[in-house]
């Protein structure tokens, strides 16, 4: 399986709320130079409107190394 079929394969698994955040990224990564600052923007605005109530949770380093079995 090549890594495209393999991001869509992961695509069923996004929750439907998250799903603003790829394509954000996708539409970011895909733009020319000059559509940065619009991909930033709505980033930032997909972050302020996110009704998730743990988006503003932090974590430890040793949490993220442990939950990614780094530790």
Known sequence: MNNKEKVIQLLNDVPDYKMGY???YVQG???DEEADD???ERMVDNYLNDP???KD????LE???KQWGLD
Request: glycine share 6%; aromatic share 10%; with cysteine.
């Open 57 to 60: 949770k932090g974590y430890t």
């Open 52 to 54: 998730d109530p743990e």
């Open 38 to 40: 619009i991909f930033c």
């Open 63 to 65: 949490e993220c190394m």
């Open 22 to 24: 790829i394509l954000a």
């Open 29 to 31: 990564i895909t733009a």
